[in-house]
């Protein structure tokens, strides 16, 4: 019998969704919901429960669910008749896009860089910065990051710090080294405060060393706020130490804006505030306008690669040029990076005041919106010297957020770092609402007793 699709329950989706889609699918498991409606902050699901949206497409809706500008962006466009599906050639909506993207880029990009439009993932966008830099080069090892997060590819996958999805998948790119990331209150090298300064001597001496064992790189590939990797910022000085030993050592810095890019960390790119600029820069999620959308930008000194060298046949979703192109203006006439600046200083504020209640509230850090919360188990410690991660209590606060209204994600290692991505447009009021939530759900699991991972 046919049923139709409104009669069914958010249940019956969800056993639905279980019969037919892989194995491999992932927020359903955590967060069970099949979603009707959406706008700005706020999802209603198909039984008409409301959430806060702090996972937000994993950080890509910068201004929201169906912003108005860019739903009447997308609408005019199609009123237009104008091509949705280009391959690269070019269109009035494309060159309007590159014109407004360039013109918030720092020199010499600005004036003197290259775009790729590229297949619209942003693990895509990785790989071709991956090409653009070893045939630039002539070189093939590639220096990445602990606790990094380039994407799902066989490429960007073989960057990734966590050892779990690299699990039995022989074949991944080859020849990468990974470097230690800054991490305030766990160094990876073992000091009490980390500034990134031990970090920043160690790779410089390394780097130096003509029997380090890593033949000279093709590009260095790094987040200046590490997302996945639980929301770690580095420091300003090591980023712009690792700019100054790849600048005098030949080596392309490459920096992953694909999850921080367009003001989600208070600046419109991360790396502003170091003042730095790399040599390519890649990004997607934000840049779309909540549609599919990724490109690199980079110097043109680099721009030896051939002709068809990167191609992919959804490299011109017009749609999302126009709704990527009115999003850019929105967050720069609104200054959203500083509202982001601000309302993340607020929930932090907000997450902090948890720890005293809550033992097992650890670090609260990000930087603008994107903040992680560190849940630990104040009664052990780990291999590193520090309380121990408690992954399972980090799950269970999910859960109680999401009975109670609040998407989060978990991430970071052993999944214990609870992260918050709301839309640039999140209201003082979602977010005192946002940290009440959380502030229930550890009352409701503070007597819960979870395994913790050492
Ligand atoms: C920093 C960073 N780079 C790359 C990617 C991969 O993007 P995509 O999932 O669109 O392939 C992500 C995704 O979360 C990311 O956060």
């Known amino acids: 019998m ?10 019956e989706y969800l056993s639905r969704q279980a019969k037919f889609e892989s194995n491999a699918r992932t927020y359903p498991r955590k967060l069970p919901l099949a979603i009707k409606r959406a706008h700005g902050i706020h999802l209603v699901d198909v039984n008409g429960t409301s959430y806060l949206d702090c996972l937000a497409g994993a950080g890509t809706l910068a201004l929201g669910h169906n912003h108005p500008v860019v739903v009447a962006a997308v609408q005019r466009h199609l009123a237009e008749g104008a091509p949705l599906h280009t391959l690269d050639f070019t269109t009035p909506a494309k060159d309007e896009f590159v014109e407004a993207l360039f013109a918030t880029l720092p020199e010499p990009l600005r004036s003197r860089g290259r775009i790729q439009f590229c297949g619209p993932s942003g693990s895509d966008a990785i790989e071709a910065a991956l090409k653009l830099t070893k045939i630039a080069t002539g070189r093939r090892s590639i220096l990445a990051f602990s606790g990094g997060y380039h994407g799902q590819t066989h490429g960007s996958l073989a960057m990734m710090g966590n050892l779990g999805p690299k699990a039995n998948l022989p074949g991944l790119m080859a020849d990468v080294h990974f ?72 080596i392309p810095l490459v920096i992953d804006e694909v999850q921080t890019g367009w003001g989600r960390t208070g600046t419109l790119y991360a790396f502003e505030r170091a003042g730095v600029v790399p040599d390519v820069l890649v990004l997607s999620k934000a840049i779309g306008g909540s549609l599919p ?56 504020e907000r997450l902090t005041g948890l720890q005293t209640r809550h033992p097992f ?42 009975e109670r209204g609040v998407i989060v994600e978990t991430g970071g290692r052993h999944g214990a770092v609870l992260r918050f991505l709301p839309p640039l447009v999140v209201t003082q009021h979602d977010v005192e609402q946002i940290a009440g939530i959380v502030g229930e759900a550890c009352a409701a699991t503070a007597g ?7």
């Open 2 to 11: 046919h049923v139709r699709a409104a009669t069914r329950t958010s249940e």
């Open 179 to 250: 470097l230690p990331f800054p991490h305030g209150t766990r160094c990876p090298l073992g000091c009490d405060r980390c500034d990134g300064e031990h970090s920043a001597g160690y790779v410089e001496r390394l780097l130096r060393d003509p029997e380090s064992g890593i033949a000279p790189p093709a590009a260095m590939v790094m987040e200046v706020v590490q997302g996945e990797g639980g929301s770690i910022p580095a420091p300003d000085n090591w980023l712009r130490r690792m700019r100054r030993l790849t600048e005098e050592l030949g």
């Open 293 to 348: 959308l990724a490109v690199i930008v980079y110097r043109e000194e680099l721009d030896k690669w051939p002709p068809g060298a990167h191609t992919g046949t959804f490299r011109g979703n017009q749609l999302a040029m126009v709704a990527g192109r009115e999003t850019l203006r929105y967050i720069l006439d609104q200054d959203l990076p500083a509202h982001a600046a601000a309302m993340g200083r607020l929930l932090m």
């Open 361 to 402: 509230v650890g670090e609260v850090r990000g930087r603008g919106l994107m903040v992680g919360v560190e849940i630990i188990d104040p009664a052990t410690t780990g291999p590193d010297g520090h309380a121990a991660y408690d992954g399972a209590r980090a799950r269970a606060l999910q859960q109680a957020c999401f």
């Open 448 to 454: 819960v007793a979870t395994a913790t991972h050492v």
